[in-house]
Each structure stands twice: as C-alpha cells, then as structure tokens.
C-alpha cells in the first residue's frame, strides 16, 4: 500500500515538472519572437563627424603697451568697444611731465595751465583694427613700459583640441559646427581656417590645435568660453540606412539578421558591406536593397543564447575564463 502511494505521488510530481517545464518552453518561444521586429532600410542622409572640445579665442591678440612709463590721465575706450588703426585708446603724463605739473599745482592754476599746454600729453595708440577685449588700466595708476594697458583682438575664432587619432580626418576646409557650454541653444556653423603642426600632451594623449573660424561672431561670444565643435568629414545624401542595432557582428564580419524561410532554422545572418555611421545610423553599401526585410533584435531585453549576434558598434564586455 505505501509503495502505491510512493508511486502516485510520483507520477503527479512527474506530470507537474512536465507542465511547468513545457510553461517556460512555450513562454520563451512566444518572448523570442517578440523579440524580433521587421523593418526595412530607409533613404537620408548620414553624416560622419569628429567631435571634440576647444575655447573661444582671438584669431590675433596684442598686448598694448606705453613707450613711455607714467601717470594715466585719461581713458577713451571701454571692453568690448570696436576701434580702429591710429584711433587714441588713453592719454598719459611722462613721469617728468607728471612731476612738472605736479609742482605747477602748487604754484597756482595759471602756471600748471601754462605747463599743460607747454607739456603735451603721451598718446596711447591702437596698431591695428579689432576689438577692445582687456582694459587693464584706470585714470590716475602709474604704469610702466612694461606693463600692459589694453589687449586687442581683430576676430574670434575657436581652437578645437583634436586627438592624434582623428586628426587625420580633419581637413582645411570642411565645415564644422560650434556650441557654447554656457549657451547651449546657440549654434554657429564655421569652417576649418588652420590645422597646427606641432601637438602637446594632454591627459597622455597627443592633441593637435585646429583653428575653426565661425561664419557669425554673436555678442554673446566671449574670449576663454567653452566650446564643442563637431566637424564634418563627410556627408552622404539618398543613403541606404539601418539602425545602428540592426548590424550584427558574426564570425569577424558585419551582418544584418533576416527570415530564412525554413521551418527548424526561422532566421539567418545576412553579411553586409556598411559604409558611413553616426549616432543612430549605419550606411548600407552592399547586401540589401530598398524593399529587403530586416529582424531587429529588441536591445531592452535579451535571452541568453548561443547563436545570436552582437553589435559590432556596441562596447563589448570582456569574458574571465574560470
């Protein structure tokens, strides 16, 4: 009798781990192919672009300095003003001219007029045409030859730090566009002006300066700002596109997953030659057509498997043999 009972509670045991074995079964066969979702290639354009980090600085900077050492009388430009070659940016004593007159203030207002008059001013002259950037000075400071009084600067440009491994797609000319971290919503196109010979370290990495001129200076723009430049190496119009999780990587070469039509083996890899890529996007060269049917994997959940594909374009985590 007790055997019997072993037996029955047995073949219930048995029945369950079946049907519970047969749930999962059922239940992953319906996820895989939910997993699975038909698209086709689509025409647009893709561009491929290097993007980096730079600042805002002068095309040409000059520091403007007295001949003279002395007594600053008076001030004529102000930041931010546009002045041009030849106009008077200060006026100042000579430090003999200084001293005269302040001797002459003693004597009365008639012999320090007279000493004016005799004893003209110093003049503080601008070399060039641009923009007052840096105003150092102030009405009454003693300078000396060596001191800087003004900075002028004739155009703002940005200084793109590019790696040594993307400078070689950097050419003069190409186009670029520029943003601001302290004005996100602004952007300014520019063009590639001059790519520097020699580089410099940085964080153990070989950066070479690229000189990206804008096509507009707007107001907001200020020497030393943040900038993220990125330029545009090459651009494609009437691509054939794929998402970027669409190309698959199998056996050392790209592949897109597509319907194979046969019963115990549903999919199949489909190699492919792929061309140009940005963010979202992957150019089709070769292997697919307009009305081709792809199987994109669904990326937000995969099962464990040994024949899938990975996304060449993806990081890939490295296997710890145990």
């Known amino acids: 009798m007790a055997s019997r009972k072993k037996l029955v509670w047995g073949i219930a045991a048995a029945l369950v781990l079946a049907g519970v074995a047969g749930f999962f079964y059922f239940t992953r066969s319906r996820t895989a192919q939910k997993q699975l979702q038909e698209i086709r290639p689509s025409r647009g354009t893709i561009t491929s672009v290097v993007s980096t980090t730079g600042a805002v600085e002068p095309q040409t900077r000059v520091k403007i300095q007295s001949s003279v050492g002395g007594r600053i009388e008076e001030i004529l430009v102000e930041e931010g003003q546009l002045v041009k070659k030849g106009e008077v940016l200060a006026m100042l004593s000579s430090t003999e001219r200084a001293a005269l007159l ?30 007052v950037i840096v105003r150092s000075v102030d009405p009454g400071k003693t300078v000396t030859t060596s001191d800087s009084l003004f900075v002028l600067s004739d155009h703002l440009l940005v200084k793109a730090f590019v790696d040594e491994t993307d400078i070689g797609k950097v050419k003069v000319g190409q186009k670029a566009e520029i943003g601001l971290d302290a004005y996100p919503a ?3 196109n520019g063009v590639v002006h001059h790519i520097y010979y020699e580089s410099h370290l940085q964080n153990n990495v070989n950066i070479y300066n690229v000189d990206v001129l804008p096509e507009r200076i707007p107001d907001v723009f200020r020497s030393g700002m943040s900038a993220n430049i990125k330029i545009i190496v090459q651009e494609k119009n009437n691509a054939l596109l794929l998402p970027v999780s669409a190309v698959l990587s199998r056996n ?7 319907k194979s039509g046969d019963a115990a083996k549903p999919t199949r890899f489909k190699p492919v030659e792929i061309g140009l890529q940005d963010e979202s996007n992957v150019e089709i060269l070769s292997g697919l057509t307009d009305s081709s049917v792809v ?25 710890t043999k145990k």
């Open 102 to 131: 302040d001797a002459a203030k003693l004597q009365g207002k008639s012999e320090q007029s007279y000493w004016q008059k005799v004893y003209k001013e110093t003049a503080v002259i601008s070399p060039m045409t641009g923009q």
């Open 295 to 319: 199987l994109l994997p669904d990326t937000s959940f995969v099962l464990p498997g040994k024949n899938g594909g990975t996304n060449p374009f993806m990081p890939q985590r490295n296997k």
């Open 252 to 258: 050392g070469k790209t592949a897109v997953l597509q």
């Open 186 to 188: 602004i952007k300014v």
